[in-house]
């Protein structure tokens, strides 16, 4: 499976981004799928995480009540409102693939990374 993450850009403190990310096919599995971010002189965090069905969501504390993660099994496709954006948000944004249907913070679950959007919050 291959991701690809996309919708990156630089924005003001205050604003909104749409960050995508299409799967090149569906796994075999019904896997969850998260967000992850590393800021500039910081390791990779996790930001958002989302099961198969969409039902459970979990999110980090610094960007709970901002961001939103979604799916569109369908389309094989990743989503993550950000809105009320700020400039510690500043990072490369990664989507990954769960190895399980469950949600998960942790790195070492996630078997398949894309390749990073980044976003830059100027204050």
């Known amino acids: 499976v291959q991701l690809q993450a996309f919708g990156g850009g630089l924005v003001q403190a205050g604003a909104s981004l749409r960050l995508s990310c299409a799967a090149s096919?569906?796994?075999?599995?019904?896997?969850?799928m998260g967000w992850f971010r590393q800021g500039p002189g910081k390791e990779r965090e996790f930001v958002a995480t989302i099961s198969w069905s969409g039902v459970s969501t979990d999110y980090a504390d610094s960007v709970k009540g901002r961001f939103t993660i979604s799916r569109d099994n369908a389309e094989n496709t990743l989503f993550l409102q950000m809105n009320r954006l700020k400039p510690e948000d500043t990072g490369v944004y990664y989507c990954a693939v769960s190895l399980s249907s469950a949600t998960t913070r942790t790195t070492t679950r996630y078997r398949y990374w894309g390749q990073g959007t980044k976003v830059t919050v100027s204050s």
């Open positions: 096919k569906r796994t075999s599995s019904n896997n969850a």
